[in-house]
């Protein structure tokens, strides 16, 4: 894919740090699981 996406997701401020897009279609809610 290759889209610079920008998602927002109703998330606690906490947790917002983690809501990533890993630049291929996906997001990734875990910091941990985005770990490529």
Known sequence: MGQDLRVYIEVPE???VAVIDVGDGRVGLQ???CTV
């Open 31 to 33: 910091a941990t699981k």
């Open 14 to 16: 906490e947790a917002k």
